[in-house]
């Protein structure tokens, strides 16, 4: 089985290209920087404290990715590991190593962690202490019944 889980932070925004042909697809490439977990220990690259991972979505991931995602967001990416290499101009053989992105999606609220421009707070939830004594929250003054999902 080859599947991937990754949380991490995007190190740039993604870099997004369209595919020629009959049917154009969007193509983005992003790289994760994602927390190692463990202790730290005095080996050569003890400061290294992330790895950066290489990820690429296509078609509607990659038109997502395009659209919301940016520099410094936190995200969650399921996947699967995808190996390959190619012959660069020097004549060097280059080994590649990418996560293909099969699912996607924000790891943080919009308006926790770094401001990212948007400005979005979520709503105030009410404190669960506040509940009545038959185990049932107290809604409010000002919450209109009409606004609630249920009546």
């Given at each position: 089985m080859n599947k991937v889980i990754l949380m991490g932070r995007l190190t740039r925004d993604p870099e997004v290209r369209y595919s020629q042909g009959e049917r154009s697809m969007?193509?983005?490439?992003?790289?994760?920087?994602?927390?190692?977990?463990g202790r730290r220990d005095a080996s050569a690259d003890a400061n290294q404290t992330a790895d950066f991972i290489s990820c690429v979505a296509f078609d509607r991931a990659g038109e997502f990715a395009e659209k919301y995602f940016r520099q410094g967001m936190r995200v969650l990416v399921s996947g699967r590991i995808q190996t390959g290499s190619y012959t660069n101009r020097d004549g060097v053989k280059v080994y590649t190593t990418d996560v293909v992105v099969e699912d996607q999606e924000f790891a943080d609220s919009k308006g926790s962690g770094a401001d990212?421009?948007?400005?979005?707070?979520?709503?105030?939830?009410?404190?669960?202490?506040?509940?009545?004594?038959?185990?049932?929250?107290?809604?409010?003054?000002?919450?209109?019944?009409?606004g609630l999902p249920f009546n």
């Open positions: 969007a193509v983005a490439r992003y790289t994760l920087a994602v927390d190692r977990r990212m421009g948007g400005g979005f707070q979520p709503a105030a939830r009410p404190n669960p202490s506040m509940a009545a004594s038959d185990g049932f929250m107290n809604i409010p003054d000002g919450v209109e019944d009409e």
